[in-house]
């Protein structure tokens, strides 16, 4: 019994340990993100405000990346934004707003997908540049 406990907590320490992806994305300010193979979910920060990083959003899920973006939550300095993918695969973007100028961007794409969500974050980061240059 005692093999059977220390091979599962094994188990259970390797598989909750090793769940983390360092990631190199298009941000001038932090080129380093995460991807949390448990949960699917990218993570990633922008310089900004949380407005110009919604509407970078907006614009990337639409017209670059050819989703259907079907609806928004705003909240306390954070926005949810919903949008689809072919075969019916749904796609959350959560922006939270942090202290020191910079937004805080989750990407959850379907059950998990890193390339899918390191194709929108960078959509979202080139909009972002472009729209900062106005």
Known sequence: MKKYLTVFFSACAFALCSCTTNVVVDSTANPMATYDEISGTFSGK???TINNVFKSTNIALE???KFFRVGQI???????????AELDVQIV???????NDEVCVEISYGDGNLMKSQQIFNAIAKNLRAYNRR
């Open 74 to 84: 705003p909240g306390d300095n954070t926005w949810r934004v919903y949008a689809r």
């Open 63 to 65: 017209r670059d990346m």
């Open 46 to 48: 922008l310089p900004g």
């Open 93 to 99: 973007v959560t922006l939270k707003q942090l202290p």
